[in-house]
């Protein structure tokens, strides 16, 4: 069975740091590009990063270029997004999904407030 | 940045009733288009691929289509469980933008 199973998120203030974590199993996770995306409350769906299966390219929203990382780890089936300098727009439910889109993970909520 | 404009925002039908979401994109994305069902508290649940391929495992009721640089998605005959939110997805080149959503409701 696929599984996405995303982590890290919580409660920061304005200008903090976090890093989410989304662990996969059931597929060859090396063979995928992967992506991050976001839902602040009660709003659509907003795509954030891209990264190949080989971390050849990564691409990203404007939204959060040059704040937050995609990375991964392919000996520990892990895809990544280090968030820096937060704000109270980053305000979200954070979702990692496979290249086909046909695998996301049940989300981590971010909330960015003084 | 390609735009997908989506329409309705909301749409209210009748359990049985035929309906029609509809995204046109503002460039060329040939057939590089997805659609998304959503459940409250849910994660989105890829429906459509290549726009009008049916994703292994949902229901045949549900179909994808193209006009030129309009997409739609249908429901021939609502079931209750449908009811959930929508979007488009187009993945033909970064950013990849999604549409603004359709809450479809009980009418």
């Known amino acids: 069975e696929v599984q996405l199973v995303e982590s890290g998120g919580g409660l920061v203030k304005p200008g903090s740091s976090l890093k989410l974590s989304c662990v996969a199993s059931g597929f060859t996770f090396s063979s995928y590009g992967m992506h991050w995306i976001r839902q602040a409350p009660k709003k659509g769906l907003e795509w954030i990063a891209l990264i190949y299966y080989d971390s050849s390219n990564k691409y990203y929203a404007d939204s959060v270029k040059g704040r937050f990382t995609i990375s991964r780890d392919n000996s520990k089936n892990t895809l990544y997004l280090e968030m820096n300098s937060l704000r109270s727009e980053d305000t979200a439910m954070y979702y990692c999904?496979?290249?086909?889109?046909?695998?996301w993970g049940q989300g981590v909520m971010v909330t960015v407030s003084s | 940045d390609i735009q997908m404009t989506q329409s309705p925002s909301s749409l209210p039908a009748s359990l049985g009733d035929r309906v029609t979401i509809t995204c046109r994109a503002s460039q060329d994305i040939g057939n590089y288009l997805r659609w998304f069902q959503q459940k409250p508290g849910k994660s989105p649940r890829l429906m459509i691929y290549?726009?009008?391929n049916l994703a292994a495992g949902v229901p045949s009721r549900f179909s994808g289509s193209r006009s030129g640089s309009d997409y739609s998605l249908t429901i021939s005959s609502l079931e209750s469980e449908d009811m959930a939110d929508y979007y488009c997805?187009?993945?033909?080149?970064?950013?990849?933008?999604f549409g603004g959503g359709t809450k479809l409701e009980l009418k």
């Open positions: 997805l187009q993945s033909k080149e970064s950013p990849w933008t």
């Open positions: 290549g726009a009008t």
């Open positions: 999904a496979n290249g086909y889109w046909d695998y």
